[in-house]
């Protein structure tokens, strides 16, 4: 009955992904109108079949907006074999606006182009980009001309920025906020780096542990123009030979590589020196675990001896967080699936904790953990469980913390069983910081999270079969 599933499951993934092969997002992350510059956009469709989809402009904070000169928000494009299409503002906006594109097409023979037209007479000429998690650009200031870099994230993460001179040497280092739950931020690098001297050149290096898409421009009185910026995301974490018994076909990829990689005997983690919280924490749970005899536990809570102080909060940081929040200090590995252990204890580590909304924590959350252990208990499986954190919004911060940090406005969970290819299944689940009604509803696919994480799971698969595998929400509880 399993293997008629899958095959159903593959037949209809193969359906789907012939029907959407050749879609395509074109991404601008950046845009002005008003203040003597106009956006000048063509699209053009060299395939020999006919094109559809739409441009859509947005405002910095993710809201549509209309430029004047195209007039809609939203544009459908419908391209016939080789025909181009092209838009522009008229640079009427007072004061100036600014944003980012996104161009969605039915085809991948569709290219764009968005030019900077400046009153004067410069222009810049910009081609869209791809998601990514690292770059690196050129840089350079002298007192005529200076450099800088809009940056649209697919969440309101904040970025690590990198300065290095010419001879390599790192100038700066910072995490940037950015203050507020824009998407779409533009920074000089003076901005960027304050005191830095009017007269450098070197690069600059953006990462972020969710998805973005830089464009350098370098700028002055009689320049304008953009900078190449290079994509180093695939150079983040190529097949890490990490071995242990917590991950099932592959330790979870995606996060910063500042992150700190822990790894006990009851579980794993990769914590986020930025958000202060760890992306994403990793357990096996088996029968044996379950069935020892149960330790006199507590809840001592205490900063991660593995990290330094920096990197990681302090229990006196949760004071108040109840009442100002409604959070309990929720474990993401939790204590309870491991009290008959002698490690149970680092369930308390703060590494491996998060604040969680007290319905949240105390209702579906702990009931999902406790059907963990009788899924294990009832049916003798063995099964893996990885966890973490959304910043997709912001949720206030912790009133005793003293150190930046970001407080989570939803997590994640994925439950797998079946230790072969053959036998593999999976569930996900989402959770916002509120008590969701029922736990079925909350059922998606791993590719969802994948997406709305910025992590990629089970990535030693066999490409079909991972595709197979996450592309549709799974069954709970699995059988």
Not at 134 to 141: A, D, P, T
Not at 171 to 191: C, I, K, M, P, T
Request: proline fraction near 5%; charged fraction near 20%.
């Amino acid at each position: 009955m399993r293997i008629l599933r899958r095959l159903i499951l593959f037949l209809v993934v193969l359906a789907a992904l012939s029907n959407v092969v050749e879609a395509k997002k074109l991404i601008f992350p950046h845009y002005g109108d008003g203040g003597g510059l106009r956006m000048f956009f063509s699209v053009t469709n060299a395939s020999q079949q006919r094109a559809t989809g739409a441009i859509r402009f947005f405002a910095p904070d993710g809201t549509p907006r209309s430029l004047p000169g195209i007039g809609s928000a939203v544009v459908s494009l419908d391209l016939e074999a080789k025909q181009t299409v092209q838009l522009s503002s008229d640079g009427s906006s007072d004061p100036l606006v600014t944003g980012y594109v996104e161009i969605e097409v039915n085809q991948s023979a569709v290219s764009a182009l968005s030019i900077f037209k400046m009153a004067g007479g410069l222009e810049a000429s910009v081609l869209p980009v791809e998601l990514g998690r690292r770059f690196s650009l050129f840089v350079e200031r002298d007192g005529l001309l200076d450099s800088g870099v809009a940056l649209l994230r697919s969440r309101a993460d904040p970025v690590t920025t990198r300065l290095y001179s010419l001879s390599g040497e790192m100038v700066s280092q910072a995490v940037v906020d950015f203050a507020g739950s824009d998407l779409q931020v533009a920074r000089n690098v003076g901005e960027l780096f304050m005191g830095l001297s009017e007269d450098f050149a070197g690069h600059l290096e953006l990462e972020c542990g969710c998805g973005i898409a830089p464009l350098g421009l370098r700028f002055g009185a009689s320049v304008l123009s953009t900078i190449a910026v290079s994509d180093l995301s695939g150079l983040d974490q190529a097949t890490p030979e990490i071995h242990a018994r917590h991950f099932l076909f592959g330790v979870p990829l995606g996060t910063p590589e500042s992150n700190d990689l822990i790894v006990r005997r009851i579980y794993a983690l990769s914590s986020n020196d930025a958000t202060k919280f760890p992306d994403w924490v990793a357990y096996r749970l088996d029968p044996d675990t379950l069935s020892g005899q149960v330790q006199d536990t507590d809840r001592n809570f205490r900063s991660d001896p593995h990290l330094d102080e920096d990197e990681t909060l302090e229990p006196d940081d949760y004071t108040g967080a109840n009442a100002a929040l409604g959070t309990d200090r929720g474990h993401l590995a939790p204590l309870a699936s491991f009290e008959t252990t002698l490690d149970w204890s680092e369930t308390n580590y703060l590494s491996n904790i998060v604040p969680m909304n007290s319905s949240l924590n105390r209702g579906k959350w702990g009931v999902l953990e406790g059907d963990e252990r009788e899924l294990v208990e009832d049916s003798q499986v063995v099964i893996y469980v990885v966890a973490g954190p959304l910043f997709e919004e912001p949720f206030g911060t912790l009133p005793g913390a003293d150190e930046p940090h970001r407080v989570p406005s939803g997590f994640w969970k994925i439950i797998a069983t079946g230790e072969s290819p053959e036998t593999l299944q999976a569930t996900a689940f989402l959770f916002a910081q509120q008590n969701p009604e029922t736990l079925i509803e909350r059922i998606v696919s791993v590719d969802e999270v994948e997406q709305r994480s910025g992590l990629d799971f089970f990535w030693e698969l066999d490409d079909a079969l991972e595709t197979i595998l996450e592309s549709v929400p799974g069954d709970w509880p699995l059988n």
